[in-house]
């Protein structure tokens, strides 16, 4: 079991993810295709330090051949976020980030340009 500074229930950590999806530009939201947000407890394999995951293919990665794909997954990881804020405020702030950070891998922006933006 981890200890997390934070005490947030799921349910509300759901919320927040959701509220951080409202934050994006519908222009932005609009161009997402094919792809489904989730939350989790923890990443499959149990470790306690990952935010956020994207699996799937970047929209930069479709051709011509995509087609009849299941939707890429952007997870977004409840208690590795909770272990790493001290406050509700910075889980606020953390769930934007990896919202941000997760949905840009969609449009094929990988983690070091991320850093460079300041979006790491």
Known sequence: ???????MSRERF?????EALD???VELLSLMNNVVVLVE??????SDDLLGLYEGYALTERGWDYAGVLPDRITIYRVPTLKVCES???VIDEVAITVVHEIAHHFGIDDHRLHELGWG
């Open 41 to 46: 407890d923890l990443p499959a394999d149990g």
């Open 1 to 7: 079991m981890v200890i997390v500074p934070v005490d």
């Open 23 to 25: 934050e994006v530009p």
């Open 14 to 18: 759901e919320e927040l993810v959701g």
């Open 88 to 90: 509700e405020t910075d």
